[in-house]
């Protein structure tokens, strides 16, 4: 199941909760449910990622106790679940409650909500009441015997299917994975532009067996998701964060696996808001036209050592920096060559280096 982190403005060593909650919303809850709110309270101020089943297990109850827990407060207006493609949760906002309304009414006066915890990336099942029109149904899966498994392999296609397979999972495939691709090509419908909008897909999210794959493949075609325009649409709503990023940069295609893990790392384990990211790019942008996420790298790997994680200590840094560099003798002309990497905070071959002895 995919992990999900938490994020929140809080003040770290203290956990806030409502009157509100504590008024109107608490009372109606049993155990399980105003533990699982707590958890979520508590762990939204320490950017601590976790697992539906990591919940379970600290309070000794079954995955399907927390995702009903997680349900009710959905329904009593408290928090916003969204789901990936696969149907699994992948983000969850709190919701203000609105004051003075039994929980069966509160959700019709909730404002917006604010996002505190997701997961990246992992795309948003929009349903549309087209959508929901949608339902084929799905061919069961054939045992393919060894000869047809043969006959797929001599296609003329199947070659080049293959090959960019294995290089997406990075395995040889085995008897049990050629029959899912088989499934997914022949009876799923999926073209060799789908297949690899599927694969990237999965891939990107370390997701690299085919029961999940199978899974995702099933899900789309439920969802009506069955040309490679509205695979890309369905991936690119699933999170701006990652477009947005990608457009700072400079780039406006649709990000690679290795792109996916850079973001995934900015804002997961270097658990940095979309704004210091974006902060990071704006300065890349301004220092090299090429190399741009190693180099985003570097600046970022820089503030998280450093512990800077605002955007005022951003501005804070870079003027402690700019009024050490006017008191500072002017190079010698000898030294002209060593002391270039003084001239600018981020230089991208030093970083580039950093990098690479990481």
Known sequence: MSRIKLTNDGLAGSTSVSNLFIDYYMKEANDAQIKVYLYLLRNASTGASFEIGDIAEEFNHTEKDVVRALKYWEKAGLLALQYDLTGEICSISFVTGKTNAPIETAREAVPAPAPVLSIVPAPVVTQTPKQEEV??????????????????????????????????????????????????????????????????????????????????????????????????????????????????????????IKEVEYINRWLGSYAFSKEMVLAACERTVMKTDSDRFPYTEGILSKWKEQGITTLQQVKDAEAEYKKKKVSSPAPSAQDSNYNRFAKTKYDFAALQKIINES
């Open 135 to 256: 339902n084929p149904l799905i061919p069961e899966k054939p045992s393919y015997s060894a000869d047809d498994l043969k006959s797929f392999k001599e296609e003329p296609t199947t070659d080049e299917l293959l090959a960019v397979t294995e290089s997406y999972l990075m395995k040889t495939l085995s008897m049990s994975d050629l029959r899912s691709l088989l499934y997914i090509h022949k009876e799923l419908h999926f073209d060799f532009e789908m297949m690899d909008l599927l694969l990237q897909y999965c891939a990107s999210k370390n997701k690299k067996s085919f029961n999940y794959i199978e899974k995702v493949a099933i899900s789309w075609v439920e969802q009506g998701i069955t040309t490679p325009d509205r695979a890309k649409d369905g991936i690119t709503r699933y999170d701006h964060n990652i477009f947005d990023i990608m457009a700072a940069l400079g780039k406006n295609t649709t990000p690679t």
